[in-house]
Nanobody
Framework: QVQLVESGGGLVQAGGSLRLSCASS????????AGWFRQAPGSQHDLIAA?????????YYADFVKGRFTISRDNAKNTVYLQMNSLKPEDTAVYYC????????????????????WGQGTQVTVSS
């Protein structure tokens, strides 16, 4: 059974940075694509970024984080990261990582329904 554990959330001032980590266990991580989502109170689950199982340059970013957030992965450490810079108060949300098996190395998955495994979430709060 795949387990995902997020860490790195917290309280930061606007303009600051945080790096979220998502450690995976229970699967061959290098065969799993990954994504980061967030959910603010009263809002839906939004995809922030996605990365293929190979973790090469094939990534996806939502428009509202382009140029500020970077998704990456280290398959040797079974971990996917989300580097968040220039944080804004509207980035305040619970952040979730998600993974799923990917038969095609270069495939990106862009819908929440595409993912089979989810972490418990980590709170990010950005103060103004």
């Amino acid at each position: 059974q795949v387990q995902l554990v997020e860490s790195g959330g917290g309280l930061v001032q606007a303009g600051g940075s945080l790096r979220l980590s998502c450690a995976s266990s229970g699967a061959t991580f290098s065969t799993y694509a990954a994504g980061w989502f967030r959910q603010a109170p009263g809002s839906q689950h939004d995809l922030i970024a996605a990365i293929t199982r190979s973790g090469s340059t094939n990534t996806y970013y939502a428009d509202f984080v382009k140029g500020r957030f970077t998704i990456s992965r280290d398959n040797a450490k079974n971990t996917v990261y989300l580097q968040m810079n220039s944080l804004k108060p509207e980035d305040t949300a619970v952040y979730y990582c998600a993974t799923r098996y990917s038969a095609v190395p270069g495939h990106l998955f862009l819908r929440g329904d595409d993912y089979d495994y989810w972490g418990q979430g980590t709170q990010v709060t950005v103060s103004s």
